[in-house]
């Protein structure tokens, strides 16, 4: 049963502007909110190139419409300012979202009622350093992936867990993923399937070679390092972005985040199962690039 929270007075309906059903989309559910009194604002946004912009002061809830990339970037944006995040999928594979594009309308009216619970997912921080120097920061809702570039060789990753040394990867490449991310790319490569509010990170290599290919799960309290041995190129990306060089002498840090995602849910917390199940069972053809 949902819990009742404060209904929110001040809403971001946000569309990713590349997926013209989104946004048409948008402005069917922000003429809704407003016509049953709440304050709602639209807009439009390309998350590859001015997400960041965007400015959310004195709003108390998002909603999102696109597919789960879209979900990723509005997350990126909601879970510093603490804004709790609705989806509704608009795109290809919506996993993440909670509302399909035919049933808002009659599900979002309890928002006015409060009758909703908050799901609060742990996020990563991920400290990027050069020569010893803080070169970058990135909050992780999904994974951090070190990996491979374009030569078809593995690289070595050797890996510290609280200062003490667990072992040396030879593999495509490594992740550290949430419990978020325990379904994406990490459940590809047979890693384990955790629920959602667990608060613990998962480390599993991307085909590893005569070392270690069982999954680690960690407490979140864990501080993982990651260092890259290897005479070719390697990079790392966080949920999904563009993949950023890494060197030899170069580390990356992976930490619990101080914030945590908070997204809206109308389902009990059974959803989570059906859902992956439906999901796996009829996974969907990719016909188009619509999905971000």
């Known amino acids: 049963m949902s819990e009742l929270h404060k209904c929110p007075e001040h809403i971001m309906v946000l569309a990713n502007s590349s997926i013209p059903k989104a946004c048409t989309l948008a402005g069917e559910v922000s003429a809704y909110l407003t016509s049953i009194g709440v304050c709602a604002e639209q807009n439009e946004l390309d998350f590859d190139t001015n997400g960041k912009s965007l400015d959310l002061e004195g709003f108390d809830l998002l909603i999102a419409l696109g597919g789960d990339g879209t979900m990723l970037s509005a997350g990126h944006l909601c879970a510093p300012r603490d804004i709790p995040l609705l989806g509704i999928n608009a795109g290809r594979f919506g996993f993440l979202a909670e509302l399909s594009s035919e049933s808002w309308q009659e599900t979002l009216p309890r928002l006015l009622t409060g009758e909703y619970r908050l799901e609060k997912r742990m996020m990563l921080t991920v400290d990027f350093f050069q020569n010893g120097s803080l070169a970058g920061s ?3 809702i999904n ?22 040394c667990l072992t040396r990867y030879i593999a495509d490449g490594l992740i550290a993923a949430t419990a978020t991310g325990s379904t994406a790319y990490a459940l590809a490569v047979g890693g384990p399937i955790m629920p959602p509010e667990l608060r613990n990170m998962l480390l599993i290599p991307i085909a590893p070679h005569l070392s270690l290919e069982r999954a680690v799960i960690l407490s979140e309290g864990a501080s993982v390092c990651m260092r890259v041995r290897t005479r070719h190129e390697a990079v790392f990306s966080v949920d999904g972005h563009e993949s950023i060089p ?6 990356l840090r992976v930490t619990a985040n101080p914030n945590s995602l908070n997204m809206v849910r109308f ?4 959803y ?7 999901y796996m069972e009829n996974n969907p053809v990719i016909k188009t690039n619509n999905d971000k």
């Open 267 to 270: 389902q009990d917390p059974s």
């Open 272 to 278: 989570f199962y059906k859902n992956l199940i439906s």
């Open 138 to 140: 990135w909050n992780v």
């Open 246 to 251: 890494i060197n030899n002498d170069d580390m």
């Open 143 to 164: 994974e951090l992936v070190v990996c491979r570039g374009r030569h078809v060789r593995p690289i070595e990753v050797q890996v510290e867990i609280n200062e003490g």
